[in-house]
């Protein structure tokens, strides 16, 4: 197995199934077999349990007498939540950004929403698409010069990961993101921190409620079935 010097085995099970489950290889639901990971990680089954008590303390992994472990699922109500503590984190990360931002940092940021309104012209697939917004808000959030804030916003948008992505393509809703970008850039610039807040809030507030009523449809075509 392939393990930097400094991880123990079972820390670095932790950080690559961790990723895993964020990036949606292991969707919520889905179960962790601990032997079929050991042979992934070509380790013994010790360090595979280990880890996966350690995820289960964070809430990414639940565990279940009888069943084993599973990716833990996740609801309309989660997401519900994350966003709402995102959405606050996001517009106090821009207020400060507006009022500490370098000429050559906006300079990156515009250089960033250029570039998601050319891959969304070109058709790139929704993984690139927010891959590049992502890049777009957090080049902001980074400005407010506040690291314990910026990885607030990381770790809660790691979470939301698990959820539909808010950018699919050319369609309306991608579109008004794209204006709502601009926007949001005209306020820094004009160095209006109270606008560039509020601007902010109002863009996350949209997608929260798309990606929400997705989640919910999800939920109720789930009850359906049963």
Do not use: C
Not at 24 to 48: C, M, N
Not at 105 to 128: D, H, K, T, Y
Not at 179 to 189: D, F, K, P, V
């Amino acid at each position: 197995m392939e393990e930097p010097r400094y991880e123990t085995k079972k820390d670095y099970i932790v950080r690559r199934l961790r990723q895993k489950i964020l990036d949606g290889e292991y969707g919520p639901g889905d179960r962790l077999k601990v032997r079929q990971l050991a042979q992934e990680f070509g380790t013994s089954e010790i360090p595979v349990r280990e880890a996966i008590n350690q995820l289960a303390a964070t809430g990414l992994v639940t565990i279940t007498p009888h069943v084993g472990a599973v990716a833990t699922p996740v609801s309309s109500e989660d997401l519900t939540e994350i966003f709402e503590i995102r959405s606050a984190l996001e517009e106090l990360a821009t207020r400060l950004a507006t009022e500490r931002m370098p000429s050559e940092a906006l300079q990156e940021i515009e250089r960033l929403a250029v570039a998601l309104e050319n891959a969304v012209e070109i058709g790139q697939e929704a993984e690139e698409l927010n891959r590049l917004n992502r890049a777009f808000h957090m080049a902001i959030y980074r400005q407010s010069r506040n690291q314990r804030l910026v990885h607030m916003i990381e770790e809660l948008w790691n979470h939301a990961g698990r959820y539909p992505a808010p950018l699919t393509g050319r369609d309306d809703n991608t579109y008004q993101s794209l204006r709502e970008h601009r926007a949001i850039i005209e306020a820094l610039r004009s160095r209006d921190a109270e606008r560039a807040a509020r601007l902010t809030q109002e863009h996350k507030n949209r997608a929260m409620q798309r990606v929400i009523a997705l989640v919910r449809e999800h939920e109720s075509s789930i009850l359906r079935r049963r």
